[in-house]
């Protein structure tokens, strides 16, 4: 199933869609595709988790489906249901024309061209260019009943469908699932998957990632922006800043060209790297200062 040959390659290769990871996590990449299991990623929002969804999809070439979960998705959510307004047209337009045979009319419209195949089912669809990569995102948002679904459905890679049978994927999809950790995911479910810790990267990493996904930005505004962010991570906030956001506050001082942090700047555009008021009041004014002049000192110690 693979196209990667090493764990080199998987950093190579993901790298050019502009994905730098760890070595650590393309080593778990490698080996999810090499024994054909499902990748479990747990990290803080931010940090990459569905990105990397998104850059597999492009290096294998492969269709990328996404599963957006959230509280009260159930399984009939995940995988069909009845088209039923173009149901009832049909019938109607049956009745109009004097149709009789209800069995036949019942066994069309309980057909395919009356199906809405949702994520788990249209990943189970052949494809040419080779089974999907599926994303089954947030998990954490969902509940237990959930859970004890998606252990059949990743364990046969089959759905029921009572009016259909059983659909079974001829090609079992790339399955990654990721979760923020809002609450702990079944260890049954786990024990499924190949699991890894995404972390926040470290300083090099960052930039390098900030370098490929906004490379108009400066190198030395790209290095004082991440070395801010990463300050800030230490700090006792409500919500910490992703990676993602990095590369959003480095954007915004792009487009109001920005060539270096000051503390007014900083207070300008507090909310593209933090997303809570109570946040943004704490580290505005001298906080921000404070977090400045460490970071830069930081900067210019490492470059001594």
């Keep these: 199933m693979s ?44 940090v990459g988790k569905t990105e990397i969804a998104k850059a597999m999809a492009a290096v294998l070439g492969r269709k990328l489906i996404r599963l957006q979960c959230y509280e009260g998705l159930d399984a009939s959510s995940a995988v069909y249901e009845w088209n039923f307004p173009a149901q009832m047209v049909a019938i109607r337009t049956a009745e109009a024309a004097g149709g009789s045979n209800k069995d036949a009319l019942q066994t069309e419209l309980f057909s395919d061209q009356y199906l809405i195949k949702r994520p788990l089912l249209e990943a189970m669809q052949p494809d040419e260019n080779g089974a999907p990569i599926l994303l089954i995102d947030e998990l954490d948002r969902t509940d237990e009943p959930f859970e004890a679904f998606l252990l059949e459905a990743l364990s046969d890679f089959q759905v029921t469908i009572p009016e259909l049978g059983t659909i079974k994927a001829p090609e079992p999809p790339i399955v990654i699932l990721t979760s923020n950790r809002t609450r702990e995911v079944h260890d049954a479910l786990k024990r499924r998957c190949l699991y890894h810790w995404v972390d926040y990267p470290n300083f090099e990493r960052e930039v390098s990632i900030l370098n490929a996904r906004a490379p108009e930005v400066s190198q030395a505004l790209s290095e004082e922006v991440i070395a801010f962010v990463q300050a800030l991570r230490t700090e006792d906030l409500f919500k910490k800043p992703g990676v993602a956001e ?41 906080e921000a200062k404070r977090i400045l002049d460490e970071a830069k000192s930081g900067l210019a110690e490492a470059s001594a």
């Design 246 to 286: 990095s590369i959003d506050w480095a954007k915004c001082l792009l487009a109001l060209d920005v060539v270096s942090l000051s503390p007014e700047v900083i207070s300008d555009t507090l909310g593209a790297v933090l997303k809570y008021q109570d946040d943004i009041a704490k580290i505005q004014g001298s």
């Design 3 to 46: 196209v990667f040959t090493s764990i080199d390659d998987v950093q190579n290769k993901l790298s050019e869609q502009g994905y730098m990871c760890s070595r650590a996590l393309a080593t778990v990449v490698f080996l999810s595709l090499k024994l054909g299991r499902p990748l479990f990623l747990e990290g803080e929002a931010g």
